[in-house]
């Protein structure tokens, strides 16, 4: 047995397989055969596509959690129309020959590095947001889709989850979440409190541990990898008599 430490965003116990989840990274094709204005033209298209594919995820999450955490989305569709973005990528195609996507990609990685480069750690937690919205358009304007490797039950590990990507987990699937990045004060980590997703964020855990079993205690910020049974009779009896919440999958 061997344990990492964490900072929890949720005070659950969950217990599962561990799966890493590798977002693809996209390539935009970087010369256009087109004109520059003709690029421009299919970036407002699939801005356009992104807010209206935003304004679907805010309806459901209206419904599912309530107002405050779907305005995250209405926050999104004002940033895919904030006029330094919309400048931004207009700057990087005028009187060029560069694609739409290679502009996208451009202004996503200024952008988000602003941000993240910002004192507030509540503005930093926005890089993501920027991220989010550009890979959105991105994958609009490249004909992808957003998939998610939830074949059977699992704790889904990454550097970083987007808040859009949290709408499209298989929740049946999902017993939890672990990052090696996140921040307890970004968009996401809203989203994961509000539909109650066992997570951890600043997590160190190789990929190496993929397919092994993991303990994730939310109460103390410890996970424990390759649990030996006394542990999981510890943390039953532990809780059980505190009379706390607990949530024990796949023990």
């Excluded at 700057?91 to 739409?100: D, F, K, N, Y």
């Excluded at 298989?170 to 066992?198: K, W």
Aim: charged share 25%; proline share 4%.
């Amino acid at each position: 047995m061997q344990i990492v430490t964490g900072k929890p965003i949720m005070e659950q116990i969950v217990a599962g397989r561990l799966c890493f989840y590798r977002r693809p990274a996209p390539s935009p094709q970087m010369y256009a055969q087109g004109s520059w204005r003709q690029e421009l033209g299919r970036f407002h298209q699939a801005r356009q596509a992104a807010i209206a594919q935003l304004r679907g995820l805010y309806a459901r999450a209206l419904e599912q959690v309530g107002e405050e955490v779907a305005s995250i989305f209405s926050t999104h569709c004002l940033l895919l129309e904030d006029r330094d973005y919309i400048e931004a990528v207009r700057a990087l195609l005028e009187g060029r020959s560069i694609t739409a996507e290679y502009a996208v990609q451009m202004a996503e990685v200024s952008f988000s590095a602003a941000f993240a480069a910002m004192e507030s750690p509540y503005m930093r937690a926005r890089a993501a947001d920027i991220r989010d919205i550009s890979q959105r358009v991105l994958r609009t304007l490249m004909g992808g889709r957003q998939e998610l490797p939830m074949t059977q039950p699992a704790i889904l590990v990454a550097d970083e989850y987007l808040p859009s990507e949290v709408m499209d987990f298989d929740r049946r699937r999902l017993l939890g979440l672990i990052t090696r990045r996140g921040s307890l004060d970004s968009h996401t980590a809203m989203l994961v409190r509000a539909y109650r997703i066992p997570a951890m964020v600043e997590v160190s855990l190789a990929a190496r541990w993929e397919g092994h079993l993991a303990l994730m205690d939310g109460y103390t910020g410890k996970i424990y990898l390759d649990p030996e049974q006394r542990q999981q009779d510890i943390l039953r009896e532990l809780y059980q008599a505190n009379g706390r919440p607990r949530e024990l999958a796949a023990l």
